[in-house]
């Protein structure tokens, strides 16, 4: 659908229409037995099996685990620095025999990046923010930096905060990106 949108074959849909098929798919995930961990992530859940079958692969993007990616376009993170591997084989194997990584790119996040990335891709998981961690990891109160926008949030649907964690609620996942921008602003 992206590339015939792109191609202007179709027209995207609109919001409303966007948030309605969001809530749509999820409903039906639910009632056939997936269970949604994610904004576009669900995972079958058995009655009774306990199971995880949540992608391990895409938590650890999530919630700042190190990773190693090998080969070509491949990703790594480590130490608050991510890196890549050039895209293109050519590339990568000239690099290889010049006795050199094949790295394409790399960056260490700052503080604030590393602050932003937290909270948005912590608000992508429907367990949400835990904010003792925020606290362990940055050495900074949550409630100090955040808490008047939350309050509002809260009070407006799209969040909901209990005992150390902030999650999206199932209206405000249909508007991550202003909540996002809304608490890091």
Known sequence: MALKIGAGQIDPPDDDT???????????????????????????????????????????????APYLGFGPASHSF?????????????????????????????????RDQQIMEFVYLGLRQTDGIDTVDFESRFKADFSDRFEPEVTRLVNEGLVEKVSGRIWLTARGMRFLESVVDRLLS
């Open 78 to 110: 480590l130490d608050d620095t991510r890196w890549w591997n050039h895209r293109s084989i050519d590339d990568y194997l000239a690099d290889l025999k010049a006795g050199k990584r094949p790295l394409a790119g790399t960056e260490t996040l700052a």
């Open 18 to 64: 966007a948030g309605e098929l969001f809530s749509a798919t999820i409903k039906y995930l639910n009632q056939n037995g997936f269970a949604q961990y994610e904004i576009s992530n669900f995972a079958r859940r058995d009655a009774g099996d306990p199971t995880d079958r949540r992608s391990r692969h895409n938590r650890k993007y999530w919630t700042f």
